[in-house]
């Protein structure tokens, strides 16, 4: 896990030292073990490195990495069957001078050229540097877990894991793209549906999850194309038992190799099903041990009606768990908003993220720099209770009726908050019409905003406005694979990313697994919606093994924090009217917004107005 740059050009005065030195110390947060620079004899290629080290400890680990005097690398993140990986290649011949997966990488790059990504389970963004073919091939992982990002100019081509380090090395101005503040600000977007590359800042692009580019030098000439998707159409005929089973296998597989490392690796312990599982297997794993206990972090909120303390504290007593807990409070945010937007770079919709900041803040203090989490159990599991109502608008198009007229009456009898009406069943029939009349709402939604002013509202020139899109819904599997692979997992995952690479920490998601991914979206729509539970199979496989309170909980939480009593607190109010004031002097809002009352929202309420207004003006 690192932080990683570049720069490319057949101008060898673009490629200078004292630049990549400027990239390198601006990452140093993501790697605060060590740093290198390296130039090509011609002057024409340029990497630098900052090391966080989780494998091989020793200088063999060290970056750039060179590899059968060809192949130079700069590489963020862990391939974590690089060991069986590593096998096959000395099968063929390969051998290695270190320990690292760095090394695996090259090699499987040598023998497989970009085919070599398909072998690959972990989270990851590289770059290696072809001295033969003089040419650059990135990469980056499936879900888009590592980030990437690139500028390409007439004379250079440049990259980095963060894009400080672009604008550290003068590559290019720090220029907002209008478009993507508008659609932040009335919408609370942070990313682009329509074009996954689009970031907030003209100029710099993001390389998408499951994509590698190919970049020829002599040629100035830049390639993009996808090397991986999930395939939502795949069905498996299979019982609730075989089904729990396989998961079971395969989850615990996905733990076991991402337990590797040669650092302390604990785990972020929320009070949900998700995070408790990940608790779960690892005690299984490695065993319990009272004198050694496997340590997690949480986030409380000590009097907050959706505080999950209890759960928290419910499941380290189950699995004899060592938990150690935060309190983030109002105060603590304002004076470390600028840092953590800073980290962040693009604006982010709640309060949320700090949280789950200071979670990461609390690891690196009791010295654990890896952690395993929960993120994307919800988006390929159907947990958020949203995916409700298109699983019941497949029933409806399936004329499943009295499935669609059980199933509502076990939601009910969970109290869900269920909203369906006769919208919901003429989504069904007619996806299409359902898709147009939801973009047009949001449409809508930006022309009619009684805050923004006219100089930004000129950016919104049509219905079709990049910036807007809503996929075609015929079952559950769709929304699912639009949230996962287009528009909704990368938002959290940045966020993590961020955050965990913020205190020099790395996060590893096991429910990433490209073997557990595929094997869920082949499921039928009701194992993971049935009984008026989201996420059935998952709890039907956990049952016994974690309380009933966790495993048959009927809320559903999400990570939460206090923020509309955060944004009552009176020091939180003047930030807010100042950054309201800032946004008004850049004529980005009407100036009657300064007279108006605060809405002080809930982290997950969508009216959140004020909280992308601090996010907009710091940015």
Not at 185 to 204: C, E, H, P, R, W
Not at 478 to 483: E, G, H, P, Q
Not at 513 to 524: Q, R, T
Not at 563 to 584: C, G, N, P, T
Request: charged residues 25%; proline residues 4%; contains cysteine.
């Amino acid at each position: 896990m690192c932080g990683i740059a570049g720069i490319l050009s057949q101008d060898n005065s673009e490629v200078q030292v004292s630049r990549l030195e400027k990239m390198a110390a601006v990452l140093a947060h993501r790697g605060p073990d060590g740093e290198g620079i390296w130039v090509n004899k011609n002057g024409t290629t340029g990497f630098a490195h900052r090391r966080l080290s989780i494998l091989d400890l020793s200088n063999a680990g060290a970056q750039p990495m060179h590899y059968l005097e060809r192949y130079s690398i700069v590489y963020n993140g862990e391939i974590y069957n690089y060991l069986e990986i590593k096998s096959e290649l000395q099968k063929a011949g390969y051998s290695f001078k270190s320990k690292t997966d760095t090394e695996v990488i090259l090699a499987a790059f040598d023998s497989y050229r970009e085919r070599c990504l398909q072998f690959l389970d972990g989270m990851f963004a590289f770059a290696i540097w072809d001295e033969e073919k003089k040419e650059l091939f990135a990469a980056r992982d499936r879900f888009g877990e590592k980030p990437f990002f690139y500028v390409k100019e007439k004379k250079v081509f440049a990259f980095a894991s963060e894009m400080k380090a672009l604008w550290a090395a003068g590559i290019t101005p720090k220029s907002i793209e209008p478009k993507m503040l508008l659609n932040y600000l009335a919408l609370g977007q942070v990313k682009n549906a329509d074009d996954k590359s689009q970031t907030f800042f003209s100029n710099i692009y993001s390389l998408p999850g499951g994509h590698f580019l190919t970049f020829s030098l002599a040629e100035n000439t830049l390639d993009i194309q996808s090397w991986w998707d999930i395939d939502k159409q795949a069905k498996i005929n299979i019982s609730p038992e075989k089904a729990a089973e396989t998961l079971d296998k395969l989850f615990e597989e996905s733990i076991k190799i991402r337990l590797r490392s040669d650092v302390t690796v604990g785990c972020s312990l929320s009070g949900g099903l998700d995070s408790s599982s990940i608790a779960w297997y690892v005690n299984q794993i490695k065993g319990i041990n009272p004198a050694q206990p496997f340590k997690t972090f949480s986030a409380v909120f000590p009097g907050f009606k959706n505080d999950e303390g209890p759960h928290v504290e419910n499941v380290t007593q189950h699995l004899g768990l060592q938990n150690y807990t935060c309190k983030p409070a109002a105060g603590d945010l304002i004076t470390q908003f600028e840092n953590l937007l800073w980290h962040q770079e693009e604006p982010f919709p709640s309060s949320s993220i700090y949280a789950q900041y200071k979670v990461f803040e609390l690891a690196a203090s009791h010295k654990v720099p890896v952690l395993l989490d929960g993120q994307g159990a919800d988006e390929i599991l159907a947990g958020y209770h949203k995916y409700i109502h298109w699983f019941l608008q497949e029933l409806v198009s399936r004329n499943r009726f009295s499935r669609l007229k059980s199933e509502r009456k076990h939601l009910l009898d969970n109290d869900v908050a269920l909203r369906w009406n006769f919208k919901n069943i003429a989504a069904a029939f007619l996806p299409s019409h359902a898709a147009i009349a939801l973009e047009k709402k949001e449409f809508n939604i930006i022309k009619y905003n009684h805050d923004i002013s006219k100089e930004m509202l000129v950016f919104l020139k049509g219905r079709e406005w990049d910036g807007i899109h809503k996929p075609v819904v015929t079952k559950l599997n769709d929304m699912l694979y639009f949230n996962v692979m287009q528009n909704g997992l990368e938002e959290l995952l940045r966020f993590a990313d961020r955050n965990s690479m913020a205190h020099g920490c790395e996060v590893r998601l096991p429910f990433l697994s490209p073997a557990l991914v595929k094997f869920i979206f082949s499921l039928p729509s009701h194992f993971k919606i049935n009984e008026g539970y989201p996420k059935w199979i998952w709890r039907k496989m956990m049952d016994k093994r974690l309380p009933d309170s966790i495993v048959w909980r009927k809320d559903k939480v999400g990570f939460e924090p206090p923020q509309q009593s955060w944004m009552e607190d009176v020091h939180m109010q003047e930030f807010i009217y100042e950054a309201r004031r800032k946004l008004v002097r850049e004529g980005i809002l009407k100036k009657q917004v300064l007279t108006k009352t605060i809405t002080a929202a809930g982290a997950h309420d969508p009216n959140n107005a004020d909280w992308r207004y601090i996010c907009a003006a710091y940015m």
